[in-house]
């Protein structure tokens, strides 16, 4: 250290959320339900009927609720579509989300 | 994308988090902030915009696929994160050259050196607000760290800002951590930058320039809480490029805007503030982001019927894939910026007209071919999907009726929402006949005010740091 020392401070601050488990992961997605939520931006709409033919075709039984159930997770309805997901997963008994996109 | 992971997670249900392949490193820092650092991402290659339809097919089944299966069976490790330091913790020792070698390193310095946030400096901050230190103005995504009046005195220091201007830096940081702003959208790819648009008689107490060169670096108060503003965000909200900062360009901090507000009494027009709900000689800031900008040169005409085509003319001209916030991401949300210089709005107010009366002619007259329009939101880009024409939207209630009002495709339609939805200030060079016009990024950084609080003794410790 140096006689001109500056002692200085952290710029930063405190995160105002701790770190939580994830939910458990399935066994297997036979026979489950999966939902697709969607910002309604980067193709979402092409990719999710490929991810379905392919899951469905893996996996017997396989559900699917498609974006529009939701509404778009981006833009002016943002706040709104989040708050209801959690409602609308039980309702629908919602095993699994995909969800889309980050570009 | 991630947020909606986030409350699926919470809500008991696995996710798998769909992301190109560039921005897996952004989803790995966003989902610190929402508290599931190890939220799950299935890869999508490339960038889909650019891909052919089997392209994509072919990369969502070669990777994706597999991706989606795995993020949503298999066992995912719990993550713990390493401790913070307080805020008060003196985190390093040493020499002006030693302190800002540090904060580079830890990427806490923009690369312009930083004034070392000592608590005594903090302190001088700390003395131009009644407030208490530890008080949390809002929480800032995407780090979700807390907004405090101690960190708004640490970045202040570091930005070069005096002392006196704290008020500033808190009116804009409640501003920043106000919902309707939406600042967790400031790393988006289109790297816009905000603006912010300071009233009130505290413009001249702090010498702010609101005359030649209102936008140019080089004048204390603006130029260093513009530095603060950008330092705040990388610090406190945490955008970092290369991680939560994706702009694929970015931009520069602007440097806070002062309107003149001599002029707009005389010509009896409202400020931007007073536009916004402030009482009148209110001291506020009204933030606003912008994805670009351009110089209206050399405005011609001695009323307002002469100068005002051009204006309309360079508000249309700039405004291109920005309206799919008027239609189509969201309704009537695009609010762009014109920056008059007080010759003009003289010149515009002398034929009679209010800016109300101006925002009335702008949006009957800065208008776009549908067609054009259309190009915008879902052909030139992929930004809205379903390739709709605006017919169609309206149709569906997805556009106002204004929109569907005919099936020319060359008929003229709003660039906005409503006429209030033009930002009209008043700033620059008095006695020059340029404008400006600002291009403004929506719903991503919606114009949002908060009025500046003083401190009691305001004025006697201005007479002081003076």
């Given at each position: 250290m140096t006689s001109n020392a500056y002692q200085v401070v952290w710029p930063r601050s405190a995160k105002s959320v701790s770190v939580r488990p994830l939910a458990p992961r399935l066994d297997s997605l036979e026979g489950r339900t999966i939902g697709f939520v969607w910002d309604y931006l980067f193709r979402g709409d092409e990719i999710w009927p490929v991810l379905k033919e392919a899951l469905a075709a893996r996996f017997p039984g396989m559900r699917?609720?498609?974006?529009?159930?939701?509404?778009?997770?981006?833009?002016?309805?943002?706040?709104?579509?989040?708050?209801?997901?959690?409602?609308?997963?039980?309702?629908?008994?919602?095993?699994?989300?995909?969800?889309?996109?980050?570009? | 994308m991630l947020r909606a992971s986030a409350v699926a997670e919470l809500a008991g249900v696995?996710?798998?988090?769909?992301?190109?392949?560039?921005?897996?490193?952004?989803?790995?820092?966003?989902?610190?902030?929402?508290?599931?650092?190890?939220?799950?991402?299935?890869?999508?290659?490339?960038?889909?915009?650019?891909?052919?339809?089997?392209?994509?097919?072919?990369?969502?089944?070669?990777?994706?696929?597999?991706?989606?299966?795995?993020?949503?069976?298999?066992?995912?490790?719990?993550?713990?994160?390493?401790?913070?330091?307080?805020p008060r913790e003196i985190v390093f020792s040493g020499s002006f050259e030693e302190v800002n070698r540090f904060f580079l390193e830890n990427r806490w310095s923009d690369g312009l050196p930083i004034v070392p946030?000592?608590?005594?400096?903090?302190?001088?901050?700390?003395?131009?607000?009644?407030?208490?230190?530890?008080?949390?103005l809002g929480r800032l995504l995407p780090d979700n760290r807390e907004a405090t009046i101690w960190n708004i005195a640490v970045n202040g220091v570091m930005a070069g800002c005096r002392p006196e201007y704290m008020p500033v830096l808190i009116a804009a940081v409640e501003a920043m951590a106000d919902p309707v702003y939406g600042v967790e959208h400031s790393g988006n790819t289109p790297g816009a930058e905000t603006l912010i648009v300071l009233n009130g008689p505290i413009a001249r107490d702090l010498g702010f320039n609101y005359e030649?060169?209102?936008?140019?670096?080089?004048?204390?108060?603006?130029?260093?809480?513009?530095?603060?503003?950008?330092?705040?965000?990388?610090?406190?909200a945490g955008f970092l490029p290369h991680h939560n900062d994706k702009g694929t360009f970015g931009g520069t901090w602007r440097v806070v805007l002062a309107e003149n507000e001599e002029v707009l009494r005389r010509i009896g027009w409202p400020t931007v503030a007073g536009d916004m709900g402030a009482p009148e000689r209110a001291n506020a800031v009204t933030i606003s982001r912008f994805t670009g900008s351009n110089v209206v040169a050399s405005v011609f005409g001695d009323t307002a019927e002469k100068c005002l085509p051009y204006l309309a003319d360079a508000l249309v001209s700039h405004t291109t894939w920005e309206v799919i916030f008027t239609v189509g991401m969201s309704t009537g949300m695009y609010r762009p910026m014109l920056i008059l210089s007080?010759?003009?709005?003289?010149?515009?107010?002398?034929?009679?007209?209010?800016?109300?009366?101006?925002?009335?002619?702008?949006?009957?007259?800065?208008?776009?071919?549908?067609?054009?329009?259309?190009?915008?939101?879902?052909?030139?880009?992929?930004?809205?999907?379903?390739?709709?024409?605006?017919?169609?939207?309206?149709?569906?209630?997805?556009?106002?009726?204004?929109?569907?009002?005919?099936?020319?495709?060359?008929?003229?339609?709003?660039?906005?929402?409503?006429?209030?939805?033009?930002?009209?200030?008043?700033?620059?060079?008095p006695l020059r006949s340029n404008c400006y016009v600002l291009v403004h990024n929506g719903i991503l950084g919606f114009p949002t005010m908060k009025q500046v609080t003083l401190p009691a003794d305001w004025q006697d410790q201005l007479v002081r740091a003076s």
């Open positions: 699917f609720v498609d974006y529009e159930t939701f509404g778009s997770t981006h833009g002016e309805a943002e706040h709104q579509v989040l708050d209801g997901m959690p409602k609308l997963i039980g309702e629908l008994k919602i095993d699994a989300v995909v969800s889309g996109m980050g570009c | 696995p996710t798998a988090s769909l992301c190109c392949e560039g921005f897996v490193g952004q989803a790995r820092s966003t989902s610190e902030g929402l508290g599931f650092p190890n939220l799950q991402v299935a890869r999508v290659p490339g960038h889909v915009d650019v891909q052919s339809a089997d392209d994509l097919r072919a990369n969502v089944l070669a990777v994706t696929v597999g991706d989606v299966i795995r993020c949503l069976t298999e066992p995912v490790a719990a993550v713990t994160l390493g401790r913070d330091p307080g946030p000592t608590t005594e400096k903090i302190a001088e901050f700390l003395a131009f607000t009644d407030r208490d230190p530890d008080e949390v030649q060169g209102a936008l140019r670096d080089g004048f204390q108060p603006n130029t260093t809480i513009g530095r603060f503003w950008r330092l705040y965000l990388r610090n406190v007080p010759v003009i709005a003289e010149t515009i107010a002398k034929s009679g007209m209010s800016k109300a009366d101006v925002q009335r002619w702008l949006f009957d007259h800065a208008r776009m071919p549908a067609e054009r329009f259309e190009r915008y939101i879902s052909g030139w880009t992929n930004l809205i999907p379903g390739k709709r024409s605006l017919l169609e939207l309206s149709r569906l209630g997805k556009a106002p009726r204004a929109y569907g009002a005919s099936i020319d495709p060359q008929r003229l339609v709003p660039i906005v929402g409503k006429p209030e939805d033009f930002v009209i200030a008043v700033s620059g060079d």
